[in-house]
């Protein structure tokens, strides 16, 4: 199989665990928000740590394929750390699409949609080896 179609069907396997990540955060989100009256950013918070948790266990499962050398508790570390940062990405456009008198449920599809690109690109970085050119979840050895 090609690089491209590689790098395609694993983008399609990161957005399908995305889709499902993102609708547990999304339900979250709008049951603090909108039934608990819970502040749109401070929902946003709750329900993204809520989607990052269960990104993790599917994206090491079915998506990236892990370095050489690293243990699961370094990869959370590094998903965690990644994921404030995607946070911060999220809430920043989250804000500014409220600011502009965008409804908050619509502005959190809205900055999900832009993060999910930096999602992939830093976590397919930190958890492939560099000099590797296997896309497929799997080492070229386990092909």
Known sequence: MSVMKQLLSQFLRFAAVGLLA???????FLLLNETFGVYYLVASTISYTCGTIVSFVLNMRFVY?????????????????????????????????????IPSW?????????????NFFSRKYFFEDKGSRFISGKKPEDN
């Open 106 to 118: 619509l502005a959190k599809l809205m900055a999900a949609a832009l993060t999910s690109l930096y």
């Open 65 to 101: 394929a892990g370095r050489e050398g690293q243990t699961r508790r370094l990869q959370f570390v590094l998903f965690v750390i990644l994921s404030l940062i995607g946070l911060g990405v999220n809430q920043l456009f989250l804000w500014l699409f409220v600011l502009i008198h």
């Open 22 to 28: 993102f609708a547990f955060d999304y339900a979250i």
